[in-house]
């Protein structure tokens, strides 16, 4: 990441710019925002640095707002079974990369310190360019800090070569950290260094070109001699370079044994430079935000539910309330311990002034932010882990005192997701000129209130005008009338209550009957997940007919799910309104049913057919479900004379070619015709076409070019996908999956740089060669993100599991994962994030991987 000092500091307080570039966020290091030190909504953020002794930022371990780790330690990696030689070559490849961005960090200090000298050797001339006094205040304590990293430098730089078990290096930290009072002294003054600084190259032409325009020397190894920074950049390295001593010191502790004489010499060091971090860090308050209140009222109760409001351009959770005569919305209020709960109206509307806004008035619609799919798949497996925690800490002896806690934490964060799923708009309007808008999860749930209002339309309605004692009565009953009582969250639910089916469904979509006209059908399926309903599947339009025969299945996956809903649409063809809202469905819904997915019905292995009856239409579907312990295994291919499920270098070698022959057609077919599809690699293809397809990639006939051609271009993605997910060793190895977990861990961006790409350079040449083409491909899908609304990171939850997963006796041997639902809640994050990591990363050539050695520079 390109350091924030290297583009130049906003005009912030010293104290803002100390910490801008430092953020432990709930995912982890640097998050997104840790960049610029700005919120989402531009204001500038203070983040808190957590100096505890145990705090390592680890992915997928939430901090709550107790501090306290949410979600298990990740695998003890390579120190494990007392694994000593792997655990010293990470410690090397963090302190080779650490050394590397130590050598940049003095080329740097050395580049304050040029001018510095002739500045203050004109001082004293009839023609200074600066006093004596305003060198020595823009310069305070450069000198000092550059003789002492020099120092450490070229101490620590003859270890690194000459390095073996018996090499120490804890006394050199333990005395750069003793030093620190030389950065205490520099941090008081760097605001007033940077006034001076800024004053001075106002008045002072020379100096604004000198301060502009500062020569640093790259590394040895570089290409590049010299890259031009500011002094203002500059004089931001020493306080980035605290923090990132700090943060290299956990990287260090966690890989050193802890009866290595490194290790106490190490603690002490991180000790010092905590309670220096500490010393001078500041707590934040966080910001409120008042909400005011309107008015509203009620009759009989018909209908209630929480929906998500668009609000002042932010999301809110309201429980929203139909009367036979009005709409209600109400906020629960905040009430003291022991009262009731009560509610707070915040509008109402009488039906009889209630009409649907149509999709052509966009003008009083309010623009929302969308979140990026990966981060709500992200929050889902942070809930995962959570539900993982709650049911150890429950066998646990002593374990009850923290399942409270944690039930509190994964409510916070069901909440959340629930708040920011929902993407599909409702919107009602009062024909006074007052218009609502809220956010669904899914178009049942909209077509389930739209129908529900106008039933109750067709009725002679009359206007009402609520007295402020009248609305208050009326709110006051909604917390006795309600049916739906809680968030709709799993939470919320008694662990008596069913948990839900984790795995994949698989359900084929027969034929429908009980239509009155032709029209052009299909039928889209949906699953509940995490308390709201998610569209999964989509059948193709059967036209012009009334008894349309799909007979297409599909293969979703499951998150704790209970209920499958099939919703059946005429298609529409009035494209003209299809451009005012990207997540509008304009198609007419002809029927919509659900069933409930009961484990002892589905969990056969057997096929089990159903009929769901909707307004006198019945779609005729069969099911079957695998759970996620057996859908996530790895079983080798009886066959070795297919590519599916056969070892990558077997089937490199049996075609002679560096790239097994199916990666490289389907990639080249989804780069002709898929990069621009909507959900490419996420949506899923018909199960049978993807069969059909490996079947014939299997037997390698010479109709695989036809087929590719002419088939569905989400089954093509499917099948690469289904390919890379039967490898018998997942493409980054079982042997490196330790290791890629630790190195995506390490906190310091140089020793991550150094370990990652170290690891892709110890793959086997089959791996490394498939997984470095596949990389750029991907990028070139993320490229057309606008069109096809695939990011990095949405590509990166996609295949990162699917490419690192280990094998079921990797799983095995981790003694701390009890089965394969247990690794897909610890580790999956990780994975995403290593294929995230490489994503980001540069092109990566093949060649100039295997030329580099273990230590290399980078700048960070």
């Not at 941090?187 to 502009?212: P, R």
């Not at 010499?265 to 971090?277: G, P, V």
Request: some cysteine; overall charge negative; proline content about 5%.
């Amino acid at each position: 990441m390109e350091p924030l000092s290297a583009r130049g500091l906003p005009r912030l307080s010293w104290i803002d710019t100390l910490y801008s570039n430092f953020n432990y966020n709930t995912d982890g290091y640097e998050g997104d925002g840790a960049e610029d030190g700005k919120s989402q909504d531009g204001s500038e953020t203070l983040p808190f640095i957590d100096e505890s002794p145990t705090m390592s930022p680890q992915l997928c371990a939430p901090l709550g707002p107790d501090g306290e780790a949410v979600s298990p330690t990740p695998p003890e990696g390579l120190l494990a079974g007392g694994d000593i030689e792997k655990g010293l070559e990470m410690k090397k490849l963090v302190l080779s990369g650490f050394l590397a961005s130590e050598e940049i960090y003095i080329n740097q200090l050395e580049a304050l310190l040029l001018p510095m000298r002739p500045l203050k050797a004109t001082a004293t001339t009839s023609q200074p360019v600066l006093t004596i006094q305003q060198v020595e205040t823009i310069f305070y304590k450069i000198q000092d800090i550059f003789e002492i990293h020099k120092e450490f430098y070229d101490a620590l730089l003859p270890n690194i070569q000459q390095w073996d078990e018996k090499v120490t290096v804890g006394h050199l930290f333990q005395k750069l950290a003793s030093q620190l009072g030389v950065y205490k002294a520099f941090v008081d003054n760097y605001k007033v260094a940077l006034e001076t600084a800024e004053k001075c190259s106002q008045a002072n032409g020379q100096f604004q070109k000198i301060s502009e325009n500062l020569k640093v020397k790259g590394p040895k190894d570089s290409k590049d001699c010299t890259t031009s920074v500011s002094m203002e950049a500059l004089l931001y390295k020493p306080i980035d370079r605290v923090t990132r001593s700090t943060l290299v010191l956990h990287d260090l502790l966690k890989h050193t044994p802890k009866d290595h004489p490194d290790f106490p010499l190490l603690q002490d060091a991180l000790r010092i430079s905590q309670n220096f971090l500490s010393s001078i860090n500041e707590e934040i308050d966080p910001r409120r935000t008042a909400v005011t209140t309107p008015k509203g009222e009620a009759r009989q109760l018909v209908k209630d539910g929480f929906l998500v409001e668009v609000s002042e351009s932010s999301r809110k959770l309201r429980h929203v309330f139909l009367f036979t005569d009005l709409l209600l919305c109400a906020k629960m209020k905040k009430t003291s311990v022991g009262r009731h709960q009560q509610y707070e109206c915040k509008w109402y509307i009488p039906l009889a002034d209630l009409t649907f806004q149509t999709l052509d008035d966009t003008d009083s619609s309010p623009s929302i932010q969308v979140l990026p799919e990966y981060e709500i798949e992200e929050m889902k497996i942070k809930i995962s882990v959570l539900k993982s925690e709650i049911q150890k800490e429950k066998k646990a002896p002593k374990g009850q005192s923290r399942v409270e806690r944690l039930r509190k934490k994964m409510n916070e964060q069901e909440s959340w997701l629930l708040l920011h799923s929902p993407t599909i708009p409702f919107r009602i309007h009062n024909k006074h000129g007052k218009s609502y808008h809220f956010l669904l999860s899914s178009d049942y749930e909209r077509s389930e209130w739209r129908e529900s209002i106008q039933k109750l339309q067709k009725k002679d309605l009359q206007t009402c005008l609520l007295s402020s004692v009248e609305l208050q009565v009326l709110t006051s009953s909604c917390f006795k009338l309600r049916t739906v009582h809680n968030i709709p969250v799993t939470s919320n639910k008694d662990d008596e209550e069913t948990p839900g089916l984790y795995g994949f469904l698989h359900v084929i979509v027969h034929s429908a009957k009980g239509f009155k006209e032709s029209a052009n059908l299909y039928c889209t399926l949906e699953v509940d997940s995490y308390g709201y309903f998610v569209s999964k599947a989509k059948t193709r339009v059967f036209r012009d007919t009334t008894e349309p025969h799909w007979n297409e299945e599909f293969e979703i996956e499951l998150e704790g799910s209970l209920y499958l809903r099939i919703l059946c649409y005429e298609n529409c063809y009035d494209k003209s309104m299809l451009n005012k809202d990207d997540n509008e469905i304009v198609d007419k819904i002809m029927g919509k049913g659900q069933v409930q997915l009961d484990p002892q019905t589905v969990q056969s292995k057997n096929w089990h057919m159903d009929v769901i009856e909707m307004n006198g239409i019945k779609v005729e579907f069969s099911m079957k479900f695998t759970s996620r312990d057996l859908s996530l295994k790895r079983t080798p291919s009886k066959k070795q004379s297919g590519v599916f499920g056969v070892k990558i270098n077997v089937v490199t070698k049996r075609e002679r070619s560096k790239v097994p022959y199916i990666v490289r057609q389907c990639i080249e077919e989804v780069e002709k015709r898929g990069i621009d599809e909507v959900g490419i690699y996420r949506i899923s293809g018909v199960a049978t076409d993807i069969q059909a397809l490996k079947i014939t990639f299997d037997t390698n006939t010479k109709d695989i070019l036809v087929m590719l051609s002419d088939m569905d271009i989400n089954a093509i993605a499917g099948t690469l996908k289904l390919y890379f997910r039967e490898l018998p060793e997942p493409l980054l190895t079982d042997r490196l999956y330790p290791a890629f977990m630790e190195g995506i861990a390490l906190s310091d961006p140089a020793a991550k740089e150094n370990c990652m790409m170290h690891l892709l350079r110890s793959l086997p040449d089959p791996n490394l060669m498939t997984f470095l083409p596949l990389l750029e491909h991907l990028k070139r899908v993320a490229e057309k993100e606008p069109i096809n609304k695939m990011s990095l990171h949405n590509l990166a939850t996609v295949f990162g599991p699917t490419l690192l997963r280990p094998s079921e006796s990797e799983i095995a041997k981790g003694q701390h994962i009890t089965s394969a639902s247990d690794i897909w809640s610890h580790d999956v994050m990780a994975q995403v994030q290593v294929l995230l990591y490489y994503l980001q990363h540069p092109p990566i050539s093949f060649a100039e991987l295997k030329r580099n050695t273990l230590y290399f520079s980078t700048d960070v």
